[in-house]
C-alpha cells in the first residue's frame, strides 16, 4: 500500500506562485509515475501534470503549459508541482496521484491512477 500526502496549498493573489508537495511512502517509489489532478467547486476532477517514473518524460494540459513544472526528488521520495502566474481559475482542490505504470499518456496524463492522495486547497484571489 502506498500513501500519498500533498502540502503547501493556500491563499495567493493572481500573478503569484506556489509549490505543493506530495510525499509518497513505499521504497517503490522510484518504478510509479505521478501526476496531480485538480477539481474546481462544482466542476469534474481533471488532469494537470504528469511524471514517469524515471522523470525523464513529462506531460501538462494545456491550460497550465508554460506556467505550472511538475518534478520530482526520488531521494525524497516526493514530487513536487511549481505553480507560476497563477490565475482565479486555477482555484481548486489539487490531488496527487500515483500510478504503477512508469510512463505518462497524452490525454489522461497517467495510464491509470492506483492511489490518490487527499487533496490539498489552492485559493487564488483576484
Known amino acids: 500500500q502506498v500513501q500519498v500526502v500533498e502540502s503547501g496549498g493556500g491563499l495567493v493573489q493572481a500573478g503569484g506562485s506556489l509549490r505543493l508537495s506530495c510525499a509518497a511512502s513505499g521504497r517503490t517509489f522510484s518504478s510509479y509515475a505521478m501526476g496531480w489532478f485538480r477539481q474546481a467547486p462544482g466542476k469534474e476532477r481533471e488532469f494537470v501534470a504528469a511524471?514517469?517514473?524515471?522523470?525523464?518524460?513529462?506531460y501538462y494540459a494545456d491550460s497550465v503549459k508554460g506556467r505550472i513544472t511538475i518534478s520530482r526528488d526520488k531521494g525524497k521520495n516526493t514530487v513536487y508541482l511549481q505553480m507560476n502566474s497563477l490565475k482565479p481559475e486555477d482555484t481548486a482542490v489539487y490531488y496527487c496521484?500515483?500510478?504503477?505504470?512508469?510512463?505518462?499518456?497524452?490525454?489522461?496524463?497517467?495510464?491509470?491512477?492506483?492511489?490518490w492522495g487527499k487533496g490539498t486547497l489552492v485559493t487564488v484571489s483576484s
Open positions: 496521484a500515483c500510478s504503477r505504470a512508469p510512463t505518462v499518456v497524452a490525454g489522461t496524463g497517467l495510464n491509470r491512477v492506483d492511489y
Open positions: 511524471i514517469s517514473s524515471s522523470g525523464g518524460s513529462t
